[in-house]
């Protein structure tokens, strides 16, 4: 492959990249052909040893995505990047899509149950508005023992959605690692 195709190539796999980041890479791989060159390699021997154009810019993405997550970890940023990694080779739809998907019903599950607990209370009144005669002490104080439990639960999740957060980009990193290194050697 000439370094005109292998650029071009490139280019058009970078198109997911804002423009000014596939800018740089363009120019990053530019230099990777003027030094090689300069060694006395041929074009092809350079584009050989660079790898495939689309490995390299899903690679790059992947690392690009997971860089935006670790700077603001929305949840758009953290699927991006869980969709990124996915990417990276159908082996990861297994290993990174499932505990993914896991993960989260137990966090969303978590705050669901929160939530409520703390709604309960509020439903309780509601039922004395509509059937005062159904009326316990039992049942407005039981409610707001799990309110209180509810705020617990609740500042559990706001943690443990943080420590989820984290892990998962720490596992994206450690997966991304892991595959680029395959590929390395495949």
Known sequence: MTKEQFMKDLSIALEKFPQEERSEILRDFEEHFTLGLEEGKTE????????????????????????QVEGKATAGNILRAVWAVIGLGFFNV?????????????????????????????LVLLKIIVAPETFIFFDLFFSVLIAGLGILVTIGMYHGTKLFRNGLVRYLKFNAKLVKGGMAHA
């Open 44 to 67: 092809e021997q350079i584009a050989k040893s660079l790898g495939s154009p689309n490995h390299i810019a899903k690679e790059m993405y992947t690392t690009y995505r997971i860089e």
């Open 94 to 122: 297994v290993i990174v899509l499932g505990p993914f998907i896991g993960l989260v019903s137990i966090v969303l599950a978590g705050w669901v149950v929160g939530v409520t607990f703390i709604a309960t209370p509020i």
